[in-house]
């Protein structure tokens, strides 16, 4: 959803660049169904053994979600490149440093 | 004047909207705001002192439902952005407040989890894995409940019209920060409640 900055307001301006590049209602929706389905599958984990897939299932479906979320809800996908970059650069920084803190304390040796 | 003053604040030098820079700006750094409440938590997770541990006091089942009502919020969310793109007021309304009310659900069983574990237990200052736990949840909870309250004076300023500026992009800069704190839960339910000690 590209966000035009010369179109200033809704009321001067009769059509809206976003609707152009967003998703129709039917595919937030499927999109929805796909994270609802995947969020049943999760909590299946609660209650069936999955071995060793137990922990890279989990994470993995953890990390499709919140792509999902990010990239289509957040419209990031269709978005001008440096909105992904502010956000990622917050998100990779954080997870860089918060893995090195836990790394220091032998939290991945536990 | 004012209208040609109004249009040319919009223009800016990188043909973005500062307000829509300065939102993801802000989730970017949210990002460390809640990568610290979490690895403290994951850190602190197994110290539970004389406390009730994780596998004790969770009730999977109900967080399951929680967390699908957050997940759907941010479906009704987008539609009602996707509605004030469209310029239906009505649709704007109502799709907030549906998201509203999701959120409030949410809420209300953030408030019964956490009456139920204090009932067996684990106060805040019970053991290191109640203080880290509470402080990631529920600075989680006070960001939903800002988020409502966006919702709500949204919704009220919308019905008397006087929404400054671009209508569709409060609009969208409010579900920015809707999302986000979706995505925030995706890791908090995966990270705290699933992954056993």
Known sequence: ?110 | MADTATHEAHVTSTGLSNVKLGMWLFLGSECLLFGGLISTYMLYRGRVSNGPTPEQIYDIPFTSVSSFVLLMSSLTMVLAVAAAHKKDDRGTNLWLTVTALLGATFVGGQVYEFTAFYNEGLGFTTSLFGSSFYTLTGFHGVHVTVGIIMLMALVAINKRSRVPGSKSETVEMIGLYWHFVDIVWIIIFTLVYLIPV
């Open chain 1, 1 to 110: 959803m590209t966000t035009d900055t010369t179109h200033d307001t809704d009321s001067a301006h009769g059509t809206d660049h976003a609707v152009e590049h967003g998703m129709s209602t039917r595919g937030y929706i499927n999109i929805a169904l796909i994270l609802a389905a995947i969020t049943a599958l999760e909590v299946s984990t609660y209650y069936v053994d999955f071995g060793p897939l137990f922990l890279p299932a989990l994470l993995i479906m953890m990390v499709v979600k919140f792509f999902m979320v990010v990239s289509y809800f957040m419209h990031l996908k269709f978005d001008n490149k440096l909105f992904s970059w502010l956000f990622y650069a917050g998100l990779f920084l954080a997870v860089g440093v918060y893995v090195a803190a836990l790394a220091t304390f032998h939290f991945f040796l536990r």
